[in-house]
């Protein structure tokens, strides 16, 4: 296999190193099933991600939530139409665009992402701590550039 010019002073066990690493990471932060709720709670990842996304002031429309957590807007009207059966978002018509709906979260919506971002900062807590100091500064330097990395082979995606 001829190596691309990109790849030329990269050990060729690298990509194979971070495969790897990053199905280990997705095997054991228990990503494989999207629609798996998170452990002790009512939501999906999925849905957490948008609760985390809606907690903020002003309401987003059904469209910025797409864009922001990178779904189709299908998908995104469909897991809208979830949270607000559970009674965690409310969505409302744009007074101004009565094609478009406002999404905010309710009282409990906002409780509940309080209590996964807590849940979730104790995780990684315990998670840094187990670190050395040196693999930490090492993960705050590679995990962007990872992210970097793959934003720009998706076409240059960036973050909200």
């Known amino acids: 296999m001829t190596r691309s010019k990109e790849a030329e002073g990269v050990a060729e066990s690298v990509p194979e190193r971070v495969h790897m690493m990053l199905m280990d990471l997705v095997r054991g932060a228990g990503l494989l ?33 797409a864009e922001r957590l ?7 009207s469909r897991m809208a139409a979830d949270l607000e059966r559970k009674e965690l978002l409310s969505r409302e ?30 995780a990684y807590v315990r998670w840094v701590t187990a670190m050395t100091s040196e693999e930490r500064d090492a993960l705050l330097v ?10 720009a082979d998706n076409g240059g995606e960036q973050s909200p």
């Open 33 to 65: 099933q999207p629609e798996r709720p998170v452990p002790g709670l009512p939501v999906s990842l999925s849905q957490g991600f948008a609760l985390h996304e809606l907690d903020t002031d002003p309401p987003l429309s059904q469209r910025d939530l």
């Open 70 to 76: 990178r779904l189709e807007k299908s998908t995104v």
């Open 93 to 122: 018509r744009d007074p101004h665009n009565r094609r478009l709906y406002r999404l905010r979260l309710t009282d409990q919506g906002r409780a509940l992402h309080e209590h996964m971002a807590r849940t979730f900062h104790g």
């Open 142 to 151: 590679g995990l962007p550039a990872l992210v970097r990395a793959i934003r």
